[in-house]
């Protein structure tokens, strides 16, 4: 099965600042790797796929990049409403494993 | 729009069977691969088991193989996830999602809320 690997598992940011957020596959998964947030409560969200495709509607100050094992989730300007947990999902092969989960707060 | 309505959470004994459904509307259940993802309590998402639209291809996390059956109706718009010798592990609330494709790639682009399950004695 292919592992999927977040960092950081949480982290606490200011309205406005960049934050990063990256995963890692334990292989080669070329782009497919899917990006979702989460609140409590709620169903997740796909923001991104295929590595660096913003779905429709999803505001631009998040964006994707990456390919092969190490890819990166980047949110430009954070907002209130960004407070979630965000996870990788790995679309490659089955089981279509999850990274652990980064906890963003605001500070 | 698209609509995922879970039901048929609740308490469980360990050893005992659960059999979850997942109502889908507005859109034809014929036409996408289907997905169950649970998460327990304090804990991350986990990607339970997807079935091809037709069910001719089922796949499964190795912690639920053998114990879960994922099996759909399309007739009657719905998927089912069966749950044998359920087990503490096993508690989470589990969500139903659609499996979209889209540049080459596949994403969940519609989940449900989730029903919960909860294994004790």
């Known amino acids: 099965d292919i592992q999927m690997t977040q960092s950081p598992s949480s982290l606490s940011a200011s309205v406005g600042d960049r934050v990063t957020i990256t995963c890692r596959a334990s292989?080669?998964?070329?782009?497919?790797l899917n990006w979702y947030q989460h609140k409590p409560g709620k169903a997740p969200k796909v923001l991104i796929y295929?590595?660096?495709t913003l779905l429709s509607g999803v505001p631009s100050r998040f964006s994707g990049s990456g390919s092969g094992t190490d890819f990166t989730l980047t949110i430009s300007s954070l907002q209130p409403e960004d407070f979630a947990t965000y996870y990788c999902q790995q679309s490659d092969s089955p089981p279509q494993t999850f990274g652990q989960g980064t906890k963003v707060e605001i500070k | 729009e698209v609509q995922l309505v879970e039901s048929g959470g609740g308490l469980v004994q360990p050893g005992g069977s659960l059999k979850l459904s997942c109502a889908a509307s507005?859109?034809?259940?014929?036409?996408?691969?289907m997905t169950w993802v649970r998460q327990a309590p304090g804990k991350g998402l986990e990607w339970v088991a997807n079935?091809?639209?037709?069910?001719?291809?089922?796949y499964y996390v190795d912690s639920v193989e053998g114990r879960f059956t994922i099996s759909r109706d399309n007739a009657k718009n719905s998927l089912y996830l069966l749950m044998n010798s359920l087990r503490a592990e096993d508690t989470a609330v589990y969500y139903c999602a659609r499996r979209t494709y889209d540049s080459d790639s596949y994403f969940l682009d519609y989940w449900g809320q989730g029903t919960l399950v909860t294994v004790s004695s």
């Open positions: 292989q080669s998964i070329g782009t497919y």
């Open positions: 079935i091809k639209q037709d069910g001719s291809e089922r």
């Open positions: 507005r859109f034809t259940l014929s036409s996408y691969w």
């Open positions: 295929a590595a660096s």
